[in-house]
């Protein structure tokens, strides 16, 4: 494992992704509400390019204490990213699949150093 | 395991040896012999002994063995862009600053600050420009994220913009699923 | 280009390249070797309802051709072809839909052609079969002569300006205007011995379709003697009376594929269609593979009981269940062992044939065959080429697929 550069922090911005291939390694980077978020990009479905479709907030649906249906709403808080050949969705922050959370993308270590963005890989 | 935990793992064992000769009657160390201990892990393995060759072999291997890996390149294969930030040019801060002004007309309760006649210029002019920039395929959300537009403020202006060109709900319905809309 | 995601947040994505959009697909090919695998996928699409103003004009009928290119005018409120609502697009999620139209394709040949070509190369198929996509709602048409109209024009269409463009790595299955029996023969009569016909397509999506009439017992005939397939396409209908209760999307969905096809299947083999038509290659597609071990035994446990009702059976419904092909996609790759089972209830070796159904969203690779544990080297060249090039007499493109070929007995050396 080694820290790879990736970019600066500066030349990254929010809702930006880049796609960086490390050998035969395929990893998506995003920066998500200043965060940076890093994945590999082969779906764990039929192998599709997970980190290069849509983000999206998660879709919830909240039932009263009487267990009626509030009906569907987009989530304040949690965003997915979702694989483009499918709809495979996976979480942001820890990039495991929205309906099987033992389905889940290798991640890869962020390291920032100064303006520099690394990849651990 | 690595350079660091091997030098431990090592002063480890020099320190073992310096409990070893002479343990107390239950096995426990002795006091001296904890101090001795103690010392050991703190000096460390001394050079020029047997110890120090093999550590700084492994070292020499290690670094031997990483400095003939092959680095590996990070290849950009693509940056996906973030969505273009709004432009603000001086029409575009007139009408923001526009919208403002209706937004706190509207929730001062001030419905007549903006009179009808106003009103209905607007809504037209914004329909025409947001179906031709939509026909442009130029397409963005009616509203924006942080708009305070209620479902019942939608339902309500549709519904009147449907009846300002005598259309019905249903037609609308068709019309979207017929052009895939 | 921007997408619009949740509360109307701009989400930029690439714009589309289908060869780009899979690429990894093209890996998967390659770390397979699929180069020597002729694989022939059974069931793509491409976007007709896209070239109506080309498919119109060769409607027959002057009267309904006027129809329908005045409701395709501009400020027009008309609409040619029924449709069905739902979301195949999962709101954005499955970006070839949104982006489709950003997809370029300079010059010649035609754009299907090219983005066909696209996603074969990119996942190693050989051969496609292509099906359309607005026509498959074509039953629900009520004017059976606006659906023969339908179905006349674009089998010209596909046959002529299309079919002739794809150096021939395309074929298809007509679809048929199944409420006009009669048009259905005049069809097979008229196309049957055209280049890159390899059968006729029934859209299973009606809501009344009786498979077992008389009235079409002239048109099996007609393909049985030409050697043509008769393919069943299912699809979904949310609007349909048996759907209403699906207050989702995936419920009408999932149960709408399988249904259809279910329903008709039933009534091909209680009719006993198999033993009037035995060299007839009848092909259930897009229904998946879990339907059919159901039905297998819900069928032959009926039949036990009340063979009275179909006196015609020399066999199990199963039995001549077996007799027939079903396409692969999309395969329901959840419980290996019921997958298993399934393989070996519908005679997968000999019975079944890959299919992507690409572009749509729940397309399925090469790889979904060539990856399963159980399945023996056999029958993953059967299924991914080899039963469909005997078929469909397709050729293999090179020395290694010929190879293959041989070795399985999909083609006489």
């Known amino acids: 494992m080694a820290e790879q550069f990736v970019c600066k922090s500066s030349e990254f911005k929010n809702g930006e992704r880049q796609i960086i291939r490390i050998g035969e390694e395929e990893i998506g980077v995003f920066k998500h509400e200043d965060e940076y978020f890093a994945y590999s990009n082969f779906c764990l479905h039929q192998g599709g390019p997970a980190c290069e479709g849509l983000t999206i907030a998660r879709v919830e649906e909240h039932l009263r204490a009487d267990k009626t249906s509030m009906g569907l709403s987009f989530s304040e808080k949690d965003m997915n990213f979702v694989c483009p050949w499918h709809g495979y969705e996976y979480d942001m922050r820890t990039g495991a699949h929205v309906a099987d959370p033992k389905v889940r993308l290798r991640k890869y270590d962020i390291v920032k150093k100064g303006d520099d963005i690394y990849v651990v890989a | 395991m690595s350079s660091h935990e091997a030098t431990k793992s090592l002063k480890k064992t020099a320190a073992k040896k310096a409990l070893a000769p002479k343990a107390g009657a239950d096995g426990d160390p002795t006091p001296a012999q904890k101090a001795a201990f103690a010392k050991a892990m703190y000096e460390g393995v001394k050079p020029g002994i047997k110890t120090a060759r093999k550590i700084a072999q492994e070292k020499s291997d290690k670094a031997k063995s990483d400095a003939e890996k092959p680095v590996q390149k990070v290849e950009i294969l693509r940056k996906i862009a973030a969505p273009a930030t709004p432009v603000e040019t001086p029409d575009t801060k007139r009408a923001l600053q526009l919208a403002a002004d209706i937004e706190k007309a509207t929730q001062d309760g001030d419905f007549e600050r903006f009179q009808p006649e106003a009103q209905q210029a607007l809504i037209g002019a914004l329909c025409r420009l947001y179906s031709a920039n939509n026909d442009m395929g130029n397409h963005f959300g009616a509203v924006g994220q942080r708009s305070a537009v209620t479902a019942t403020d939608v339902m309500v202006l549709c519904g009147a913009l449907l009846k300002a060109v005598d259309l019905q709900v249903f037609e609308l319905g068709l019309w979207q699923s017929w052009s895939s809309r | 280009m921007d997408l619009i995601a949740d509360r109307g947040r701009r989400v930029t994505v690439e714009e589309l390249n289908t060869s780009k959009l899979l690429a990894h697909a093209a890996k998967q090919a390659r770390d397979r070797k699929f180069e020597d695998v002729l694989i022939v996928d059974c069931d793509a699409h491409h976007y007709e309802n896209e070239h109506f103003s080309e498919i119109l004009p060769f409607m027959e009928n002057e009267v309904f051709k006027q129809l329908a290119l005045a409701a395709g005018a501009k400020g027009s409120r008309g609409s040619v072809a029924p449709g069905t609502f739902g979301y195949q697009d999962m709101g954005g999620r499955v970006t070839r839909y949104p982006l489709r139209s950003s997809e370029k394709t300079p010059g010649a040949p035609h754009r299907d052609v090219q983005i066909g070509n696209r996603w074969m190369d990119a996942m190693g198929v050989d051969y496609s079969c292509l099906f359309p996509t607005g026509m498959l709602n074509i039953g629900m048409h009520p004017q059976k002569e606006m659906e023969f109209e339908l179905c006349w024009a674009y089998a010209r269409w596909v046959t002529e300006k ?186 997968a070796e000999t019975q079944l044939l890959y299919a992507s159904d690409y572009p749509h969203w729940d397309f399925d690779l090469p790889s979904t065959i060539w990856d399963l544990p159980f399945v023996s080297e056999k029958a993953k060249h059967n299924i991914l080429g080899g039963t469909a090039a005997r078929l469909f007499k397709l050729p293999p493109r090179n020395e290694g697929q010929k190879k293959n070929l041989i070795k399985y007995g999909n083609l006489v050396a």
């Not at chain 3, 032959?300 to 396409?327: A, F, G, T, V």
């Open chain 3, 162 to 347: 299309v079919l002739p463009d794809c150096d021939g790595r395309m074929y298809t299955m007509l679809c048929l205007p199944f409420s006009d029996p009669e048009g259905c023969l005049r069809m097979v009569e008229t196309f049957g011995d055209r280049k890159g016909v390899g059968g006729f397509m029934v859209t299973t999506v009606r809501e009344r379709m009786a498979v077992y009439d008389n009235a079409y017992m002239k048109l099996y005939a007609a393909l049985q003697e030409r050697g043509l397939a008769l393919a069943f396409h299912s699809g979904p209908n949310w609007g349909a009376q048996t759907f209403q209760s699906c207050n989702r999307f995936i419920s009408a969905h999932a149960l709408g594929f399988s249904w259809y096809n279910i329903l008709h299947c039933t009534n091909w083999v209680v009719n006993g269609m198999g033993e009037r038509f035995p060299k007839l290659p009848v092909i259930w597609i897009e229904a998946g593979l879990a339907w059919i071990p159901f039905l297998m035994q819900k069928l032959d446990h009926e039949y036990l009981l009340r063979p009275s009702e179909c006196p015609i059976l020399k066999k199990k419904p199963s039995d001549y269940m077996r007799d027939m092909y079903y396409s692969t996609q999309p395969m329901e790759i959840q419980d290996m062992g019921a997958l298993e089972t399934t393989f070996r209830m519908m005679n």
